[in-house]
Structure formats: structure tokens, C-alpha cells
């Protein structure tokens, strides 16, 4: 069996041939030709629609591995926090700003400084971005599907295969 483009092409060049106008005899053996290759496409096209769903379950069994990793991270990383979070306030509690173990130096130290907003209203201007515009692409789909004309957008509608 040859590959999917080769045997569309044989096809098209069997229905090509049909459309001629001198096939003379040879119309009855150029209809079983094409019925032959429609046949041997078809095959191809299911083996091909198989490796398809075969290849998007890999991708679900993918998903849900990297689901389960990603919660997996997440409560390593909130481990993490929380005894971060536990060996400060003891060392808080003691008055010990520093440890030195024979891996590992623990210390308290001050952090960069930060903005800390309090009451943004009040805030010049000069310290504000403006930020640009952005296209509620949702809501302009919502508008066309209802029949409404907006300047500058249509409605696309494409075609894609699809595989029950």
C-alpha cells in the first residue's frame, strides 16, 4: 500500500483520465481502477485516523501526568514555605540570627525594600502606565453570532476533520 498522497494522486490522475475524451473502451476498466484505489485510500485513511486516536490518548495519559506532577510540586513547594516558615519563627523565638552547620549557614536578614500600596487614589500621575487597549475577542464573537455588524471584523467559519 503506497502513502496517502500517492494513491489521492493515482486517484486524481484515474478521474483526470475519465474526464478525457478519448478513453474509448477503457472507461469500464477506469471505473474499476478508481473503485480500487477509493478502497485502498479508505484503508489508509482508517489506519491513519487510528494512529490519531492513539496518539491523542498518549497526550490525555501526558495531561493527567503532568496534572499529577504539578500537584505534586505544589505541595512540595507549600512544605517548602511552611518550614521556612517554621525554622524563622524559631529562630525569632531563640534571638538567633545566624546558625553555622557544618552544610549550612542559616541567617535572618533583611529583604529589598518594597512598595507597599496604601491608598492608590491619591498616587500622582506620573507614576502610573497606561496600559493598551485589548480586544474582548469574546464578546465581539458573541456580537456577530447574533447578526451584528462591527466595522472592521467578520465571521470566519473553517472546516476541520473530524473522527468518531
Known amino acids: 500500500m503506497g502513502k496517502l498522497y500517492e494513491i489521492a494522486e493515482r486517484y486524481k490522475n484515474l478521474e483526470d483520465l475519465l474526464d478525457s475524451d478519448n ?6 476498466v477506469i471505473k474499476l481502477a478508481l473503485d480500487d484505489v477509493q478502497e485502498e485510500f479508505d484503508i ?15 497526550v490525555k495519559g501526558i495531561d493527567e501526568e503532568i496534572k499529577r506532577l504539578q500537584n505534586r510540586k505544589k505541595t512540595d513547594q507549600n512544605k517548602i514555605l511552611y518550614l521556612k516558615q517554621y525554622l524563622f519563627e ?27 500600596i496604601e491608598e ?20 465581539i464573537l458573541d456580537a456577530l453570532k447574533n447578526n451584528m455588524e462591527i466595522p472592521g471584523v467578520k465571521l470566519e467559519q473553517g472546516t476541520t476533520l473530524g473522527i468518531r
Open 23 to 28: 478513453i474509448g473502451d477503457a472507461e469500464t
Open 44 to 58: 489508509k485513511a482508517e489506519n491513519i485516523a487510528k494512529l490519531i486516536r492513539a496518539k491523542e490518548a498518549d
Open 90 to 116: 524559631h529562630m525569632k523565638l531563640l534571638k538567633k540570627d545566624k546558625i553555622k552547620g557544618k552544610l549550612f549557614t542559616l541567617s535572618i536578614k533583611k529583604t529589598p525594600p518594597k512598595v507597599a
Open 120 to 139: 492608590e487614589e491619591i498616587i500622582p500621575k506620573e507614576y502610573w502606565r497606561p496600559q493598551p487597549d485589548i480586544l474582548d475577542k469574546k464578546s
